[in-house]
């Protein structure tokens, strides 16, 4: 019931602060499609070819590829899931990445990710929309140059 509730008011519109006041928010994070990820990237001049995408989290990751539709994503992370099986990290060293987070995770990846990258450079963030609301936002960094593949935790 709180559910359909929550998609009925969705679809009608939430006044600003709802979502966190109604306490769906970490609920409407993972049940949308991040929207406005691939727009807000690309009218900052941040989708080029050849750059891949880092996540700190394989569910988070998910997110990404969906939004961005066949841009590699790779997963900076002890726990990388699948991830770790759909792209050949070695076949990315010498590229530019996006890295994509959520604002609680990016000093913690930006930290593991600073010495696998000639720098690193923070964006602005990027708003994920849902019916034309901002629901969250998202921090972007762009790292130029991998020197070496994130280390795989499976042989």
Not at 39 to 64: M, T
């Amino acid at each position: 019931m709180v559910i359909g509730a929550a998609g009925a008011l969705m679809l009608i519109g939430l006044p600003q602060g709802a979502v966190s006041w109604l306490g769906i928010a970490g609920f409407a994070e993972e049940s949308f499609a991040w929207r406005g990820l691939k727009p807000g990237l690309a009218a900052r001049g941040l989708l080029e070819p050849g750059r891949f995408v880092v996540s700190s989290r394989w569910i988070d990751a998910g997110r990404i590829a969906e939004a961005l539709g066949g841009v590699p994503v790779a997963v900076f992370d002890p726990d990388p899931r699948g991830f770790a099986f759909l792209t050949d990290q070695t076949a990315l060293v010498g590229r530019d990445a996006l890295i994509v987070t959520r604002p609680h995770a990016t000093a913690k990846t930006l930290a593991a990710a600073a010495p696998l990258f000639a720098s690193i450079e923070p964006q602005d963030r990027v708003p994920i929309v849902v019916l034309g609301a901002p629901l969250f936002e998202l921090d972007v960094a762009l790292a130029r140059g991998l020197k070496a593949p994130y280390p795989s935790p499976y042989p």
